[in-house]
């Protein structure tokens, strides 16, 4: 009995985790850019992001003293913030058209592109997953790719994949 209350309990905080990062949006970096440990530009910088690189969002702005807006986002395992001079938050719009990731040999899904993120499931050899148009490089330089994977907006490594065409 206690197994099947745990198992259950498992369950739905799995749900409601699954449920926020249904709600995922991210950050465009359209110039390379300081991530800030805090939302001002004299604040001790944590790494560059560079131009055209998508960041998780964490749905939490600021406005510094100049009336510059700041996001707060996770890059590369750190969590920092980004300036709007440079950056914009994007709205999660559902697949793009004509692209696909290809499997190439069984790849754990997670829920964000991270090796040590919740594992959704395993995509297997031969499957195809719509590409959901944002990718980013972990901190080992590895590429992963958003798709669309049993209806949850989740990451795969390019590890053992390849994106269309």
């Known amino acids: 009995m206690k197994k099947r209350v745990v ?5 739905i905080l799995l749900l409601t985790f699954l449920s926020a990062e249904a709600l995922a949006a991210t950050v465009y970096i359209s110039g390379n850019c300081h991530l800030r440990s805090a939302p001002s530009k004299d604040s001790t910088s944590l790494g560059v992001v560079n131009s055209d690189d998508f960041l998780e969002y964490m749905y939490e702005n600021s406005e510094d ?4 807006m700041w996001f707060k986002v996770r890059y590369g395992g750190k969590i920092g913030w980004v300036s709007s001079v440079y950056a914009n938050v994007e709205e999660d719009d559902g697949p793009i058209e004509d692209k696909w990731v290809q499997v190439y040999s069984d790849s754990n899904v997670r829920v ?3 090796i040590n993120a919740a594992k959704l499931g395993v ?3 031969g499957m195809s997953l719509d590409y959901l ?3 980013i490089i972990d901190e080992r ?3 992963w790719y958003m798709v669309k ?3 949850y907006d989740a990451w795969i490594s390019s590890k053992y994949t390849v994106l269309f065409p």
């Open 123 to 125: 995509a297997g050899r």
């Open 7 to 11: 198992s259950v309990l498992v369950f």
């Open 141 to 143: 330089g590895v590429m």
């Open 112 to 114: 964000s592109p991270n």
């Open 133 to 135: 148009g944002h990718s």
């Open 149 to 151: 994977f049993n209806e």
């Open 65 to 68: 003293y100049r009336g510059v």
